[in-house]
């Protein structure tokens, strides 16, 4: 329960962290510098939604399961082989410039938003409903 929310609510955060590189980096999103911004979040959510629902939630139970060393480090680890999966893919497929070192820093990042969100998530579900039911609901 607490990770399918966490997919829905992380594509947001992904995205107000884009806002927020931009402000810090002087820059803008590269393909959609003039579009609204709900415009914007739609196509950041739509498009990173499916990664944190199909992927992100089967490699966080992987990841609590085993349960090593520090966690985040672990999200980050396997943002980066999503990352590097997906510049493999594009290789294949003819794109090698489409996923450039961006790769490398947004699938990690996306992985630890994820990480930061699931554990607000535990925090809040923890002080709402106290340690039993909240362990009890996964």
Request: net charge positive; aromatic share 20%; hydrophobic share 55%.
């Given at each position: ?16 962290s ?62 980066g ?20 070192l ?34 009890a609901?996964h």
């Open positions: 329960m607490k990770r399918i929310i966490t997919s829905v609510i992380a594509p947001c955060i992904l995205y107000f884009f806002l927020t590189f931009d402000a810090i980096a002087g820059s803008r999103f590269t393909f959609f510098s003039e579009a609204p911004y709900l415009i914007r979040l739609f196509i950041v959510y739509w498009y990173s939604f499916p990664f944190f629902l199909f992927i992100g939630i089967p490699a966080s139970i992987i990841i609590d399961k085993i349960n090593r060393g520090m966690r985040w480090v672990n999200y980050a680890i396997a943002g082989i999503v990352g590097l999966v997906m510049k493999i893919i594009n290789i294949i497929e003819g794109y090698p410039i489409l996923y450039d961006g790769t490398f820093i947004v699938y990690p990042g996306s992985s630890v938003i994820f990480y930061l969100s699931l554990k607000s998530l535990e925090i809040i579900f923890t002080k709402a409903f106290g340690e039993h039911i909240s362990s609901i």
